[in-house]
């Protein structure tokens, strides 16, 4: 079993529509978490941190469970410009830092 | 630009030949890391710095791997003897330290992407 868990998808949606990616993770240590994004063949870029009250910056929203080890990704109002790959990572110490595999978002007209 | 740098972007080499990859990081940030990315799956940790030492270095990094951060700043990355299974996209990130009680976000650089030959 990986570490750090991502349902690969794709997920196809239409625009507008709310999505939502799901991350489980199997170190009960773990003590970070992040959402990134990654558009093809380019680098992975923040999207947001996960903190344990919740967290939401504009159609996006992140949740941390800890006692049921997972992070969630919410998207509403899902645009175009919204296609690509969301990784999440999960870190235990500093030196310790897990991927998951992603999941695959496309949204379409 | 003030973002991670990597260098070269892209490199092809032949089989048996010897690499070396840089990064600078952000210039505030003490966090080095390399990753490793091939298709269709997450980074996969190599190794990671705290200033010029190297703390952390994942089980799959073979002999062949070695990574040097002398001065706490720029970082290399040499793979000696490649091998096809070496092809991937190589990917540094930095991040500062430990703050408000939790670990800081990575930054990524784009990426050198290695073909073997």
């Known amino acids: 079993r990986k570490e750090v868990e991502q349902d690969p998808g794709p997920f196809n949606v239409p625009e507008g529509a709310t999505v939502a990616f799901n991350c489980t993770y199997s170190?009960?240590?773990?003590?970070?978490f992040f959402w990134y994004r990654q558009d093809c063949r380019k680098e992975p870029k923040l999207l947001m941190s996960?903190?344990?009250s919740g967290n939401e910056d504009g159609r996006f929203t992140a949740q941390l469970n800890r006692a049921s080890q997972y992070i969630s990704l919410l998207i509403r109002d899902s645009k175009l410009s919204d296609s690509a790959t969301y990784l999440c990572?999960?870190?235990?110490?500093?030196?310790?830092?897990?991927f998951g595999d992603g999941t695959t978002l496309t949204v379409k007209p | 630009d003030t973002g991670v740098s990597q260098d070269p972007r892209h490199k092809i080499t032949k089989r048996g030949q010897n690499v070396t990859f840089r990064c600078d990081p952000i210039?505030?940030?003490?966090?080095l890391y390399w990753y490793r990315q091939t298709l269709g799956q997450g980074p996969e940790f190599l190794t990671y710095?705290?200033?010029?030492?190297?703390?952390?270095k994942s089980r799959l990094l073979s002999d062949r791997f070695s990574a040097e951060r002398p001065k706490g700043s720029f970082s290399t990355l040499e793979i000696q003897r490649t091998e096809q299974g070496d092809s991937a996209m190589y990917l540094c990130?930095?991040?500062?330290?430990?703050?408000?009680?939790?670990?800081?976000?990575?930054?990524f650089g784009d990426g050198t992407r290695l073909s073997i030959l």
């Open positions: 990130a930095s991040s500062s330290s430990w703050d408000l009680g939790r670990n800081q976000p990575q930054h």
């Open positions: 170190n009960s240590a773990s003590q970070s």
């Open positions: 996960v903190y344990s």
């Open positions: 990572v999960v870190i235990v110490n500093a030196g310790k830092s897990t």
């Open positions: 210039s505030e940030h003490n966090r």
């Open positions: 710095f705290q200033n010029e030492a190297q703390l952390e």
